[in-house]
């Protein structure tokens, strides 16, 4: 288990307590503070200098080990994957996020970036999310979490799903849907002055009003959903001909291996098909 508000975050504290009452082995190796929104990042990481790291306490599930370490969620899943805290992990459970992580900026979530880390090795993870409420829905998130988990587990190696779930009790959300990932998240960062010395941001509602098969859109009518992501991706073009007019003195197709022309075009990436994740030998 990791996240990326920190291992003092109440939302590691909860689910690490409701994942104590499976029968699966809990390790959870989390940052020592705040590293909300840096994605995939490994941080400052010098080879030469040891990361500092402390063994700590979670609060309701005394029993679990817990670490705190000097990075980001990645390099903690990172870290134990080549076995810094024993046997590697099988598996990564990220969360629960304070606030959600719907829609393409996932793409800057610490709490997503730590399972996609982990997909970059081989392993399969969920990332957990829950609304912001006051006060904050925890149990919620923690209990779709279990009703899901074994789901995720069961996938195919690899397997990267993101969990978003309303800020409501259980008894109130609707249920669990898969869904494609929003266009736009719930917020959208805006600048509100620069001078010579700083530029001032300030998170604001963006306005765009998700459909109803996306992840912001489950969220908005009390659904939780469910998306599968893949981080590092390798995007192709597909088999049609190429344009008549192109030049045949050459090799057309732009396949791995080809050297690079200028008559090769860079492949749609918004068509799905055209993805394939690098295949890796574990």
Request: contains cysteine; glycine residues 10%; hydrophobic residues 45%.
């Amino acid at each position: 288990m990791t996240n990326d508000d920190g291992i003092e975050s109440e939302g590691i504290h909860v689910l690490a307590a409701a994942l104590a009452t499976t029968d699966h082995e809990i390790v959870v190796v989390a940052p020592d503070r705040n590293w909300s929104g840096a994605g995939a990042a490994l941080g400052d990481f010098d080879p030469t200098r040891p990361l500092a790291v402390q063994r700590v306490e979670i609060p309701g599930a005394p029993g679990i080990e817990a670490w705190a370490l000097d990075g980001p969620p990645a390099l903690t899943v990172v870290a134990g994957r080549l076995g810094a805290f024993g046997a590697p992990p099988e598996f990564i459970v990220s969360g629960i996020n304070a606030g959600v992580n719907t829609g393409r900026t996932v793409l800057h979530s610490g709490t997503v970036g730590a399972v996609l880390a982990g997909q970059n090795f081989g392993l399969s993870g969920l990332a957990v999310s829950v609304a912001t409420t006051d006060p904050w829905q925890w149990e919620s998130a923690a209990a779709i979490t279990l009703e899901v988990l074994e789901l995720v587990i069961a996938a195919p190696a690899r397997s990267a799903v993101n969990l978003n779930v309303p800020g409501l009790p259980r008894s109130e959300i609707l249920g669990v849907k898969w869904a494609r990932l929003a266009p736009f998240g719930a917020m959208r960062a805006a600048i509100t002055a620069t001078t010579d010395t700083h530029v001032e941001f300030v998170l604001e509602p963006s306005g765009y009003q998700p459909g109803p098969e996306t992840d912001q859109g489950c969220i908005d009518r009390g659904y939780a959903s469910l998306t599968t992501l893949a981080g590092v991706v390798e995007a192709w073009p597909d088999d049609e001909a190429p344009p008549e007019s192109t030049p045949t003195d050459f090799t057309m197709r732009l396949v791995p291996g080809a050297d690079v022309h200028p008559v090769h075009v860079v492949p749609d990436a918004t068509v799905h098909r055209l993805l394939r994740r690098p295949e890796l030998g574990v």
